[in-house]
């Protein structure tokens, strides 16, 4: 088909733009990646990222060998306490609020850090993104040669080159996935907010090897929880950090002027202020902090009631935030992006790039384990950290 000579389209250069990437190279189908960011040190990685079966199974399926070993390699693997859950005041281990199911290989619970795997993901494809490009919408139409196709439209009033189709990977703003759904795919504000942290290991010596959730309810503000993981093997090296990430009830955590971008020393003292009163062996976290790392975030969440239905466009559609944010609550939400990528990706490798019904095929199947994900990501947060979103009322971002 002459139409698939012309460049899949991406917009975003997250985490399932990349692998999605990875699939096409491989494939030898032709992209661009269009990222709003100057480059991939633009902003702060986030914290770690914990992978079930499913995310591991996508990921493999998608990259060579070398890139697999590469990134399996990076990855750790948690055993020791398992999962388990303390009184972050008292100190006490207490039953799980909430059950999770983290161990995912070999009985372990397998995490990295999303700056190392978007810096694997990226090999060998970052010669095709374009930095500085904020995508703010598309347009279909007749290029030069007659063919039809695809291209996107910038903030800056520029246009890029045509494409075979595009697909929108920019995360919880995304404007192609606004556009493409007529603003049935929404994002709320669950009004939580938490506060990522970075330590040296020597802070988490009191712990030992395992998944810690740490909750607070004493608090006339609210309650607020702790999630860390602590691994092997780097325990003993003290120029290695671990983090941790802090989330409250709606009202706990409130950076000024509600600027979540905010990051530093203010992120810092909120921390500390939120935790003065816990158990002396978790201080450590937040007395030995990296102030540079410090961050505040804002918990999102697609419609709970699942991923609507869109009149399809053969020529575009949506991966990852964009069409499922999720709360952190289950770890669920980069699995699931990863999952779209390597079905997208299977499905434009079988056609051998673009073909009318790519899109269709690739949504029937995403909407149900999306769906899914999403209900139970949000479910779990309700119990977790109260919060509770009206599809109707709700404010979304």
Not at 72 to 83: D, I, S, V
Not at 99 to 120: P, V
Not at 315 to 321: N, P
Not at 355 to 381: D, I, L
Request: hydrophobic share 40%; proline share 4%.
């Amino acid at each position: 088909m002459a139409s698939s000579a012309k460049p899949v389209l991406i917009s975003g250069a997250g985490l399932a733009s990349l692998l999605l990437a990875q699939s096409l190279r491989l494939a030898r189908i032709p992209f661009r990646i269009f990222e709003r960011d100057s480059s991939f040190i633009f902003r702060a990685q986030g914290y770690r990222l914990r992978l079930s079966a499913e995310g591991l199974d996508a990921i493999e399926s998608v990259l060579d060998k070398t890139s697999w070993d590469k990134f399996w390699a990076t990855c750790g693997k948690t055993g020791g306490a398992g999962f388990a859950a303390f009184d972050a005041v008292t100190g006490e281990q207490t039953e799980q609020k909430v059950a999770e199911g983290l161990a995912s290989r070999g009985g372990k619970t397998i995490g990295i850090s999303r700056g190392d795997m978007r810096r694997i993901f990226a090999e060998e494809v970052e010669g095709n993104i374009e930095w500085g490009k904020q995508v703010v919408g598309y347009e279909k139409g007749v290029d030069n040669s007659g063919e039809e196709g695809v291209r996107v439209v910038f903030a800056d009033g520029g246009k890029s080159s045509w494409g075979s189709m595009l697909v929108g990977g920019e995360g919880i703003y995304s404007k192609v996935a606004k556009q493409l759904s007529g603003g049935k795919l929404k994002v709320y504000d669950t009004g939580a907010r938490g506060i990522h942290g970075q330590a040296p290991t020597t802070a988490f010596k009191g712990l030992g090897e395992g998944v810690f959730r740490l909750t607070d309810t004493t608090s006339e503000r609210g309650s607020t929880f702790l999630i860390t993981n602590v691994r092997p093997g780097d325990m003993e090296d003290p120029n290695v950090q671990f983090g941790w990430t802090m989330g409250g009830e709606p009202g706990v955590i409130r950076a000024p002027n509600d600027d979540y971008s905010i990051v530093g020393k203010i992120a810092v003292d909120m921390a500390k202020d939120l935790t003065k009163n816990w158990h002396p062996k978790f201080r450590p976290l937040f007395d030995e902090m990296s102030e540079v790392d410090a961050a505040f975030w804002k918990i999102t969440c697609s419609t709970p009631s699942g991923v609507p239905e869109w009149p399809n466009d053969p020529r575009a559609t949506v991966i990852g935030d964009a069409v499922h944010s999720m709360t952190p609550a289950g770890g669920i939400g980069a699995n699931t992006a990863v999952r779209d990528s390597a079905l997208l990706g299977r499905l434009l490798r079988e056609a051998g790039g673009y073909k009318p019904g790519v899109t269709a095929a690739y949504e029937k199947e995403m909407r149900v384990y999306a769906s899914e994900a999403v209900h139970q990501s949000y479910s779990m947060a309700v119990a977790a950290f109260g919060i509770k979103i009206d599809e109707e009322t709700s404010d979304t971002v």
